[in-house]
């Protein structure tokens, strides 16, 4: 086996396993583009809710006190 048959044959498997949803999804856009980035909104809309979350979480340990916050790391921080 050359080197030149081992490349080839990672170059013909990502462009038959890899790549194909990709072309699916390109095909999709031309019939409805909400459908076709579908995924991008749902991670936006995780993003938002895990942000949102820990913005929550700090709150409620910001408000019992439980965060510590001396100064350990760098003097002129404070």
């Known amino acids: 086996m050359s080197w030149k048959g081992f490349f080839e044959g990672i170059q013909s ?11 699916g999804v390109r095909a999709l856009e031309l019939e409805s583009w909400w459908m076709a980035n579908f995924m991008s909104w749902a991670f936006i809309i995780i993003g938002f809710a895990a942000f949102f979350y ?25």
């Open 54 to 78: 820990w913005m929550k979480q700090l709150s409620i340990f910001n408000s019992t006190g439980e965060e510590d916050r001396s100064q350990t790391s760098h003097s002129y921080l404070g």
């Open 13 to 23: 498997g990502a462009e038959t396993l890899m790549f194909d949803p990709l072309d």
